[in-house]
Each structure stands twice: as structure tokens, then as C-alpha cells.
């Protein structure tokens, strides 16, 4: 669980995301597109799950975005350094098929988890079509890893800063305007993930989305990861990470992904981070 490589891929003065190739061979052995690995930093961390960006026969790829404690601190490790603990691979693999015509929505750290899906479906020869966003260019990733997977790249920042100005969400309702698709596959920020869902409802299209809820235990236990599908409760780090986008009870995940939040200010506080 050597840390092998590490690049920083974007910088601001609030965050940074950073792209490890950690060495695992059995996880690289059996990783698919959409499952992801549990980490703890330390001994005395927290587990947090990240997906499997990529792979090769002894090591796999994670991008992690430094929002809270455990990703600062995985942000601080350096080539050489070990992880404490790696599980995986977790949770159930996407579904690579031939769909026909596709489009692949990427928010902020969510453009890395895209990344793997929309690269096996190509290879099951779909039409890919891609919408990357971020909050301005500085932040924006693996633009030309996504570009080589897709016969159609449209890029937004919040301010304009590079590519058209905006959401993904905007150039979703445009490209949904203009032509037909069969699957709209979405990671983001959950109020990007919620709106893509209710416009590709609109034009009743089926919508495939992996959820970023909080994790503790990854095995079923916690009931953290908990979410609402239709009428039924499922747990993501068992059940998902992907779920059908029209079904899930978007309200209540964006309440449950808050709850530690001021608990979390107050750790990074004390960590001086
Ligand atoms: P915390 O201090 O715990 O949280 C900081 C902020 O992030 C808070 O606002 C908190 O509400 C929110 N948060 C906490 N946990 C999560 C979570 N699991 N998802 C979303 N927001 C959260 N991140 C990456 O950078 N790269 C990835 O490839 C990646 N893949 C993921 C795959 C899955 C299946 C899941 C469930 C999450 C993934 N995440 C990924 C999100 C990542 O796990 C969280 O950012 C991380 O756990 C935050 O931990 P922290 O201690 O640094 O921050
Ligand atoms: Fe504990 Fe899913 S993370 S039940």
C-alpha cells in the first residue's frame, strides 16, 4: 500500500486535488469501472472511500480532493509513504453495455469518477458525449483523458473562466434538446446530481447516478450511508454506489451529508488544517 507517484492535478487557496497511484495488486486484479476502495490514512483515522480511477497490473489510480480532515491528510502523504489500511474493491460495478448514445455528466472531483465508466463504455463502442464542469478552470481535471473517450466534450465553469460559462446542468437540458440519448451516467455534488436526474426525467431518460454518501464502516453496519430509493431504504456502500437517479429521495441524502459538518470544521480547527 506504497504510494508510488503523486501529482497534483489542481490547485486553489481552498482546495486541491491530487492524483495517487497507491501499490495494490490484488485490488487492481479485480477492480471495475464504479467501485471504489476504503482508505484510513492512519491508525487512528477515519475510513473514507474513494473510487478506482484507473489501474494497471500492480497499482491502481485515486484522485482525492481535500475537503476535510482524512483527505488533507491523505493530501500530505508523499511517494514512499504507506497507507495504514486499503479495502477493496467495494460496491457494485457499473453496468458496461452497449446502451447506444450516452452522456456522461462530471462535477468537480465527480470528472474522476466518471472517468473509468465512460472509458469501458467506449470500449463497448457507444456514442460518448461529455459534460465536464467546475467551479473555475483552475480546478478543472483529466480534461484530455475524457476528451480521448468521447466523440462530444463540452466544458463549464461556474465563472466563466474556461469553456462556456455555467452548469453542466445547462449544457445538459441543451444537448438533451437537440438530440436523442439512451443513458445519462452522473457524479457530482448531490444538487447537481438531483437536477440532472429531474431534466433527464423530463425527457424520460434512464439516469444512472453514483452517490457520495457519507461512509463510516463500508460494510452494512453503520447505517450512515443510508439512502431512500423509491419507497425502499438502501445502503450505499452495499447496495450502490449507483442508484437510478429518478428514484432516489434527493431531500433527505442532502440533509444526511451535512450532519457532520460542524463537527468536521471543529477537527480541522484543532488539526490546524
Ligand atoms: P469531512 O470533513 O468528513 O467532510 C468535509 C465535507 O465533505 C463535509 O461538508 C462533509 O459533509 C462532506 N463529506 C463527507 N463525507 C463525504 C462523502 N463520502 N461524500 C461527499 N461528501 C462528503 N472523493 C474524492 O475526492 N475522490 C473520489 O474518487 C471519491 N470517490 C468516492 C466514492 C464513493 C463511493 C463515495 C461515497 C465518496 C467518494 N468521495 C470521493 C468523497 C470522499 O469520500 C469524501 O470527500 C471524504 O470522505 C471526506 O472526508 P474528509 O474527512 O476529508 O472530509
Ligand atoms: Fe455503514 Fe454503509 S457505510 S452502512
Not at 461529455?130 to 468521447?150: D, F, H, P, Y
Not at 457519507?214 to 445502503?235: T, W
Amino acid at each position: 500500500m506504497k504510494i508510488l507517484n503523486k501529482e497534483i492535478l489542481a490547485q486553489t487557496p481552498d482546495t486541491r486535488i491530487t492524483r495517487l497511484k497507491v501499490h495494490a495488486p490484488l485490488i487492481a486484479k479485480k477492480a471495475l469501472p464504479g467501485q471504489f476502495v476504503v482508505v484510513m490514512v492512519s491508525e487512528a483515522g477515519e475510513r473514507i472511500p474513494l473510487t478506482v480511477v484507473d489501474k494497471d497490473k500492480d497499482k491502481i489510480t485515486l484522485i482525492v480532493q481535500e475537503v476535510g480532515l482524512s483527505t488533507k491528510l491523505l493530501g500530505k502523504l508523499n511517494v514512499g509513504d504507506s497507507l495504514y489500511a486499503l479495502v477493496g474493491p467495494m460496491g457494485h460495478p457499473a453496468e458496461i453495455k452497449k446502451y447506444g448514445k450516452v452522456i456522461l455528466v462530471g462535477g468537480g472531483v465527480g470528472i474522476a469518477e466518471i472517468y473509468p465508466v465512460a472509458k469501458a463504455l467506449k470500449g463497448k463502442d457507444n456514442y460518448i458525449a461529455t459534460i465536464l464542469g467546475a467551479k473555475t478552470k483552475a480546478l478543472l481535471i483529466l480534461q484530455n483523458e475524457l476528451k480521448a473517450v468521447s466523440d462530444e466534450l463540452v466544458i463549464t465553469t461556474d465563472d466563466g473562466s474556461y469553456g462556456r460559462r455555467g452548469f453542466t446542468t445547462d449544457a445538459l437540458q441543451e444537448l438533451l434538446g437537440k438530440n436523442e440519448y439512451d443513458l445519462v451516467y452522473a457524479v457530482g455534488p448531490i444538487p447537481m446530481m438531483k437536477k440532472v436526474s429531474f431534466i433527464a426525467k423530463e425527457f424520460n431518460i434512464k439516469t444512472i447516478v453514483s452517490l457520495n454518501a457519507i461512509m463510516v464502516d463500508a460494510s452494512c453496519m453503520c447505517g450512515s450511508c443510508r439512502v431512500r430509493v423509491k419507497d425502499e431504504v438502501k445502503f450505499s456502500c452495499v447496495d450502490g454506489p449507483e442508484f437510478d437517479g429518478h428514484l432516489v429521495n434527493w431531500d433527505e441524502l442532502e440533509k444526511r451529508n451535512n450532519i457532520y459538518k460542524d463537527k468536521e470544521k471543529r477537527i480541522c480547527k484543532l488539526y490546524k488544517l
